[in-house]
């Protein structure tokens, strides 16, 4: 059924490249698609990782240590990026001026300054698809969540969380590496390395928020060098940020936090929305369940748990009575972004990618978390620019 094939470059081999690999070689688990990512070229400065890929893709043709060698190959259609923050303006810049599609990994640059030369890139290239990457929202009970936003289940919004938490840093002897440096992850620290994932469905909402509160912490406060040494971490290992939004009809309170030190947490990402007529919440804690509470007036007030099937944005051969899992959230983020090119404007499904607007306006909320923390006060998210 395929009839459109995406002839993509790699830049940036790690762990996150090798995912979108073995999303690419599992193509065959969706059904009725008729387009299909094909890596071609890859790119990394270490010649061990793109040797991976060269060992481990049959479909890479072409390995390269320079990323504007990749960026000259004519072969290559679209790129994926997945580079230290510092690196995002200049090589997604180069990317896009170049006419090649782009999904890249959040922030989008390693401060708003940066962010500016990725945003105005894209304005000069509006033939170009850049999307940012933000699976979570393709498990099926965030799907579920999304569908009942959409039926404005929720009546009037009493409150919203959302957060990313995760435990691998607890450990305070493990390594220090570029997340925990303010020149190569920037300020933001853990907000720009997991804030996007938290603030895409609330932004795909149409919940900006109007204010912020931050509480940033660091937990630890210095990790051994690889060298006998120790050195100091210089980026926030936790964020809690309480924020109003304003909507044209109302406003509440929400709170995101993006956490890398909570015990127990390997990897949850969650959401929680509180209404006057309806109520949800899902977690990946509990990948399977989605809690929901309808609320009618004199009527017991009941928690319902319910198994999701295994049903996301795409359909796939594997059964509604199956678990679905983070590999399986890549394979449904990387059909939107191959949906989007070969059907621009006419996605066989309506849920996208993060947007660069998306992405942009997490750069928004985390400076003026920055803002806050730094003076103790609630300052003001300027959306109006």
């Given at each position: 059924m395929v009839s459109r094939v995406i002839r993509f470059g790699v830049i940036g081999c790690g762990l996150m490249g090798k995912e979108f690999a073995s999303a690419a070689a599992r193509w065959c688990h969706l059904s009725d698609v008729d387009f299909e990512p094909r890596i071609v070229a890859v790119c990394d400065a270490n010649p061990d990782a793109t040797e991976w890929f060269r060992e481990r893709v049959p479909t890479v043709e072409r390995t390269y240590s320079n990323y504007k060698e990749l960026l000259a190959d004519p072969a290559v259609e679209a790129v994926y990026c997945a580079v230290p923050h510092h690196l995002h303006a200049q090589i997604y810049v180069d990317i896009i001026n170049t006419g090649k599609h782009l999904l890249g990994e959040k922030p989008f640059g390693i401060d708003q300054e940066a962010n500016g030369l990725i945003q105005q890139a894209i304005r000069e290239n509006p033939s170009v698809i850049v999307r940012c990457s933000s699976e979570f929202p393709f498990f099926p009970g965030a799907q579920q969540i999304?569908?009942?936003?959409?039926?404005?289940?929720?009546?009037?919004?009493?409150?919203?969380?959302?957060?990313?938490?995760?435990s691998s840093d607890l450990d305070p002897v493990k390594p220090i590496n570029w997340k925990r440096r303010a020149a190569t992850n920037g300020e933001y620290g853990c907000m720009g390395d997991l804030g996007m994932h938290v603030l895409h469905l609330p932004l795909r909402f149409g919940w900006k928020p109007a204010n912020v509160r931050a509480l940033l912490s660091k937990v630890v406060n210095q990790r051994p060098d690889g060298k006998?040494?120790?050195a100091p971490c210089e980026t926030w290992d936790n964020a809690i940020l309480a924020c109003e939004v304003e909507t044209e009809v109302q406003s509440f309170p929400m709170v995101l936090s993006t956490k890398r030190i909570a015990p127990g947490h390997a990897n949850t990402w969650f959401i929680k929305i509180q209404g006057t007529e309806f109520s949800a919440e899902y977690s990946t804690k509990n990948p399977k369940q989605v809690a929901s509470l309808p609320y009618r007036q004199g009527q017991p007030q009941a928690w319902h748990i319910a198994d999701v099937p295994y049903k996301s944005a795409y359909d796939t051969l594997t059964g509604g009575i199956f678990e679905f899992g983070f590999s399986d959230s890549i394979l449904q983020m990387w059909a939107a972004f191959c949906d989007e090119i070969s059907h621009a404007g006419q996605m066989r499904q309506p849920f996208g990618c993060a947007t660069p607007e998306e992405a942009a306006g997490s750069h928004l909320v985390f400076t003026a978390a920055l803002e806050s923390q730094r003076t103790g006060d609630t300052v003001e998210v300027n959306w109006r620019d």
């Open positions: 999304i569908q009942w936003v959409r039926e404005n289940r929720f009546g009037k919004i009493i409150e919203v969380e959302a957060g990313f938490w995760h006998g040494g120790m």
